[in-house]
């Protein structure tokens, strides 16, 4: 079941994410921190109504941002849509013993499905250039790579930029 985050979840949701960084520094990835995702930031999202999480048996085994709000970090980006009516999505994460099982499909449906009821025009994200299964995951659902862009208290590497045009 997908839900809108409850500020009491934050504890969880955080408990979630340091468990995918945990995972993705295993392979190599050093993607996340103890900067980003932050509190704040999931914080902030409930506040907008824009985090959601994935329950099975009443536990969080994933969450997604979707946002209309665009990040400063996008704007020289050369978007194959104009800069109005875009959603973004952001802190996608599942469980490390989730994943593999279609759970971040399921949310990126639910975004999908959002987008397209709420008559947005495109679904823009980044992900990590030195993540190469979240670059297939997006490409096979027909998101077009773009250009790069930098989060430097992330990492020195590159984040790419795609769009799913609606």
Known sequence: M??????????????????????MEKTG?????EAY?????????ISRKELFVLKSENSIIGCITITSFMDDEYLPVKWLTPNENNIYIHRLAIQPEYQ??????????????????????SIRLDTFSQNKRNQK?????????LENIYFPKQSDY???CYELVL
């Open 2 to 23: 997908i839900s809108c985050a409850k500020i009491l979840e934050i504890p969880d949701i955080l408990e979630l994410t340091k468990a995918c960084a945990k995972q």
């Open 29 to 33: 990835i050093f993607q996340w921190n």
């Open 37 to 45: 995702p932050s509190r704040a930031a999931f914080e902030k999202d």
């Open 100 to 121: 593999g099982k279609g759970h971040a499909q399921q949310l990126m449906h639910f975004a999908e499905n959002f987008a397209r009821e709420n008559r947005y025009i």
């Open 137 to 145: 995951f997006y490409e096979q659902r027909g998101y077009q790579k």
């Open 158 to 160: 590159p984040f790419y």
